[in-house]
């Protein structure tokens, strides 16, 4: 409990570069800095991508996070909007509400296993007995800038995950694409592609706090979504896919986070439930809006994925939210879900933008 409460501190501190701010705009521009070395001696690099217009992201080669996010406010303050940690120490120590990248795959995968063209897989169980997230977000990744251009500047970054990391089948080369453009957006184009049929379902992590600090049950959220997945005590799909009408899911009008999260007390103690997003999702479409009255901040998130994973950090007393895009929960023992199998020859591709205002 001492050391939930230290991190907690951090977050309350998170960096606020404070006071009304005029900017000269400027070209997009990208930087590389040091940021520690791993246990093991391999060093890890920060890369801050700048928009020339107040806007810019540092993102770390430490499990693809972001670092910070600093986006200015209604009048012009400028605040870090993710949670972080400031050494690279308390992120390998297991800080967790880091804003990485996840995979293989993302989210839960029941019992911690799966059956795949008649062979069975045995995962790492850290969730209980299920596996959630792997090891992504917890690794080394390749990093090369991208040329900028008038409007954005762009970082592309490169993970092999060997046969057997986690216990999936096959060595897949996993890449994402961060790129911040002049209009406030934070673009992530994720790609990967298997010499062997694996699940496959990469996500970002980021957990949101359009204060800078505090709590995020007084944002505003509108969802997409008129439906979601029902899951057990084990946040665990059922395999039903439910009508969010007269449920605290329902967010298909713009709704205070707190009104009615008092609901899902004790357990799971807040938000941590995937909704089916509405239209088919082939191309990128509007999947979310958060408004935040205490600055004025709005970001709207759209996507290709077909879910989207409402997560209130719950275990931080609802410090942030995530609004995790990315296939169902627990697909590979779904027939009625999106598929989350690539097999060799194919290209998993997925697009997130998140957009300030």
Same mark, same amino acid.
């Given at each position: 409990m001492k050391r939930r409460l230290n991190i907690l501190v951090i977050?309350? *501190?998170?960096?606020?570069?404070c006071g009304a701010q005029s900017f000269a705009a400027t070209k997009p521009s990208i930087k590389e800095a040091p940021f520690g070395t791993m246990p093991q001696g391999t060093p890890i690099k920060s890369y801050t991508l700048d928009n020339g217009k107040g806007m810019s992201a540092k993102v770390l080669t430490y499990g693809a996070i972001i670092n910070e996010?600093?986006?200015p406010d209604a009048k012009g303050a400028v605040t870090?909007?993710?949670?972080?940690a400031k050494t690279l120490a308390e992120y390998v120590d297991g800080f967790r509400s880091a804003a990485a990248i996840m995979g293989r795959v993302a989210n839960r995968i029941a019992d911690a296993r799966f059956t795949?063209?008649?062979?069975?897989?045995?995962?790492?169980?850290?969730?209980?007995?299920n596996h959630l997230h792997?090891?992504?977000?917890?690794?080394?990744?390749?990093?090369?800038?991208?040329?900028?251009?008038?409007h954005a500047a762009a970082l592309e970054l490169t993970y092999l995950s060997r046969a057997g990391e986690s216990g999936f089948p096959g060595n897949l080369t996993a890449k994402v694409v961060y790129t911040l453009t002049d209009a406030n957006e934070l673009r992530l184009d994720f790609t990967a592609t298997t010499d062997q049929a694996t699940p496959v379902n990469?996500?970002?992590?980021?957990?949101f706090n359009l204060s800078g600090a505090g709590t995020a049950l007084d944002h505003v959220l509108w969802l997409a979504a008129s439906r979601y997945t029902p899951a057990d005590d084990g946040m665990i799909p059922t395999g039903e896919i439910a009508s969010v009408k007269g449920t605290p899911f329902d967010f298909t009008q713009p *709704?205070?986070?707190?009104?009615r999260i008092h609901q899902l007390k004790p357990r799971p103690g807040g938000y941590d439930h995937n909704f089916v997003l509405d239209g088919r999702r082939t191309s990128l479409k509007l999947a979310a809006r958060v408004q935040d009255p205490a600055s004025g901040r709005s970001l709207e998130v759209r996507t290709t994925e077909p879910g989207l994973q409402f997560f209130t950090a719950n275990h931080f007393n609802h410090a942030a939210l995530c609004l995790e895009t990315q296939h169902f929960p627990d697909s590979v023992h779904h027939a009625n879900f999106p598929s989350t199998i690539l097999r060799p020859g194919d290209t998993f591709r997925s697009t997130t933008i998140f957009r300030f205002k």
């Open positions: 977050i309350a *501190t998170a960096p606020i570069l996010l600093n986006v870090n909007v993710v949670l972080s795949l063209d008649g062979v069975e897989y045995k995962l790492i169980a850290n969730n209980s007995s792997g090891l992504f977000g917890k690794s080394v990744w390749q990093a090369r800038p991208l040329p900028t251009t008038k990469l996500a970002s992590h980021a957990y *709704t205070r986070i707190g009104a």
